[in-house]
């Protein structure tokens, strides 16, 4: 049976080619060298003490974060909240906090994440602008952020500002991640609960 009209050999040639193409770039890919690519693009982020997954406490619950050593920052924290600034709703939903940090000394720094704002039905509202100066601890271990700098911006779909505060996520206290130790803030037990 001879193929359809719009097939032919050249074509089916040009195909492979490219397929094969892609194959070899695929596997030179897989065989790169990340020291190398690393060494490529130094970065002394990597050797600042803020740099790695922390847990931090706020005053929205807690807030897993990563501070890369290339710049960028992710923020976590709850995926709802209740938020004045949008007085016709029950509640807001957010995403992750996304943006960069850089070292201001040898143990803090300043970061500037976003998070994307909208309602229950998915309706865009706008964004959370949170900017930060965490200060880690001599050993290395502990982050706090008590700058009265720090700040939350809220912006409408318009990108309008809403709301501009400062010293209102003041106090955050951070204890830095390992596979081997996560260790949660103190606690009070609910009644009934096994403490030990």
Same mark, same amino acid.
């Given at each position: @049976?001879?193929?359809?009209?719009?097939? +032919?050999?050249?074509?089916?040639?040009?195909r492979a080619a490219l397929g094969g193409i892609g194959a070899a770039a695929a596997?030179?890919?897989?065989?790169?060298?990340?020291?190398?690519?690393?060494?490529?693009?130094?970065?002394?982020?990597?050797?600042?003490?803020?740099?790695?997954?922390?847990l931090? @406490?706020?005053v929205g619950g807690l807030s897993p974060s990563i501070f890369a050593?290339?710049? +960028?920052?992710?923020?976590?924290?709850? *995926?709802?909240?209740v938020d004045p600034a949008f007085p016709d709703l029950d509640v807001v939903f957010n995403t992750?906090?996304?943006?960069?940090?850089?070292?201001?000394?040898?143990?803090?720094?300043?970061?500037t994440v976003v998070a994307v704002l909208s309602d229950v039905k998915g309706t865009y509202l706008g964004t959370a602008t949170v900017e930060g100066h965490?200060? *880690?601890?001599?050993?290395?271990?502990t982050f706090n952020d008590l700058e009265p700098?720090?700040? *939350?911006?809220?912006?409408?779909a318009a990108n309008q500002i809403l709301s501009d505060q400062s010293?209102? *996520?003041?106090?955050?206290?951070?204890?830095? @991640?390992?596979?081997?130790?996560?260790?949660f803030p103190e606690g009070t037990s609910v009644a009934g609960t096994p403490t030990g």
């Open positions: @049976m001879p193929p359809p009209p719009e097939f +032919s050999l050249s074509h089916l040639n040009r596997l030179g890919l897989g065989h790169l060298n990340r020291a190398t690519a690393q060494d490529a693009t130094p970065t002394p982020l990597a050797t600042h003490p803020l740099a790695g997954t922390w931090a @406490m706020t050593p290339d710049g +960028s920052v992710v923020l976590e924290w709850a *995926v709802s909240y992750p906090g996304i943006g960069t940090w850089e070292p201001l000394d040898e143990r803090k720094a300043h970061f965490p200060s *880690v601890s001599p050993d290395g271990q700098e720090t700040r *939350v911006t809220l912006r409408d010293d209102i *996520v003041a106090g955050v206290t951070a204890t830095r @991640m390992s596979p081997n130790s996560v260790i």
